[in-house]
């Protein structure tokens, strides 16, 4: 995660403003941010992707289709922050204070938003990198379970007995589900190869 480290003090070093950055993926799961543990991280995350989940669920409501949404900005008389995609699954999270300065016409949160999307896209490459890596560890998995339980029913056949029925059957049926797990992760591996491949 080193490199993660790299992309929240190169935000934070460009952007004082930004007092805290939360990475996560779509499930909620928080895998970089600047909070200490005195808050509740897992709870953040979940209500960071209750948020998406909410503008999905309104789009859908208002029969307005989202293929995919770019940044969600919220601002408060003491808070500002802004939500923005990074990679296939991965989001990134900027809190920003408000400036006490009441003579600014323009929030900071507006003033640097170029600059943020700047740095944000210079690490998208490196999350895409870094969801292929998680993707493949994943699919090298299940073909590794795959292929225990095709021993496994290869065994229960040359035994040929009735009382294996049950367990074959059983067998078949997660051999099944691991071959469409394998094609999932297959598909989306190449979605996200494709991505660094239009970027390069």
Sequence with gaps: M????????RIKNALPEVKHVAMFYDNGTIFQTTFEQDINIPKLGEN????????????DICRIKL?????IIF???NLSIMILKLGEESNIAL???KEEDETLK???IRRYLAKIEDLVDMDRNDILFQEILSKEEELKKNQEKLKIVETE???LEIEDI????QEKIALNSKSEQLNIAIEKITNELDLLKSKIHKKN
């Design 2 to 9: 080193d490199m993660v480290f790299k992309n929240i003090n």
């Design 95 to 97: 809190f920003f204070e």
């Design 162 to 165: 009735k009382q294996n029925d």
């Design 75 to 77: 601002e408060t008389n």
């Design 153 to 155: 029913l290869k065994g």
């Design 67 to 71: 293929n995919t949404y770019e940044k």
């Design 106 to 108: 323009i929030s900071a």
């Design 48 to 59: 960071l992707a209750e948020v998406l989940n909410n503008m999905r669920q309104l789009y």
